[in-house]
Structures are given as structure tokens and as C-alpha cells.
């Protein structure tokens, strides 16, 4: 375990890069970003996995950025459970809490997806096709 000392010029350094963090995430460019940064990737993963344990290896570092960084994509994934039907409704506030994770949860169990709680890109588009399928 790292201490604070140890740690803190890697938060400033998130704290610095976090704009272009979040824009790097909305591209799908995010590996790119982090070249200039790659000493985050590993605190990135770190976050990942604890946040959803059962997140591959390759994937736990843009999970861990995107639970963080990305309060966009997280809103639309609320509001797209939301009309979905989730019960209870989430408040539509861009944190990816365990009320979000819950409701992603059950939508990939209910929809034949891999179950780890994490909107990745596999989640996000069987949230587009439920969404599609509402208005036929």
C-alpha cells in the first residue's frame, strides 16, 4: 500500500490530466491519452477492479476512468436505464454509485452480457438496441 506522500503527485497529476481524461474518453482514445501519462495506468486498474471485481485485466484501467472521469457517459447510461424501467429509478447525477452499478447488473443478466456491473462498450450498445426496440 502506498502512502500519502507516495501517492499524492500521482492524484495531482490526475487532477491535472482529468480534462483531458474525460475527453480522451468520450473519443475512445483514452490508451492514447495515458502514453503521456502511463504512470496512472496502473492506478486506473486498481481502480477498476475494486470498483467491479469481476473486470477483466485489459479493461479495468478505462472502467476505472470512466467511473471517475466521464460523468457524460454515466448520465446517459442512467438515463437509458431509467427508460428502460429501472427499478428503483437512479437519479440521474453522472456518479457511478451502487445504485448505477446495480441497475447495470441486472440489465446485463437480464440481457446475456458479460456481469461485472461496468457500462462498457458491449453494455452501452445493448443499452442503444433497448432503446431502439422502445420506439418500434
Known amino acids: 500500500m502506498l502512502s500519502l506522500i507516495e501517492i499524492l503527485p500521482i492524484i495531482l497529476r490526475v487532477v491535472q490530466l482529468a480534462p483531458q481524461l474525460e475527453s480522451a474518453l468520450r473519443l475512445g482514445q483514452l490508451d492514447t491519452a495515458l502514453k503521456l501519462a502511463p504512470d496512472l495506468i496502473p492506478l486506473l486498474r486498481q481502480i477498476g477492479k475494486a470498483k467491479f471485481p469481476g473486470i477483466s485485466d485489459q ?3 478505462v472502467a476505472g476512468a470512466q467511473s471517475l472521469f466521464d460523468m457524460t457517459t454515466v448520465k446517459w447510461i442512467q438515463i437509458s436505464l431509467n427508460l428502460l ?20 447488473t441486472k440489465f446485463q443478466s437480464e440481457h446475456g452480457l458479460v456481469v461485472d456491473g461496468w457500462a462498457g462498450d458491449a453494455t452501452q450498445n ?7 426496440a422502445l420506439q418500434h
Open 59 to 61: 479493461l479495468a484501467h
Open 85 to 104: 424501467g429501472a427499478n428503483p429509478k437512479l437519479v440521474v447525477d453522472g456518479d457511478y454509485g451502487p445504485a448505477t452499478k446495480a441497475a447495470v
Open 126 to 132: 445493448k443499452l442503444r438496441d433497448a432503446l431502439a
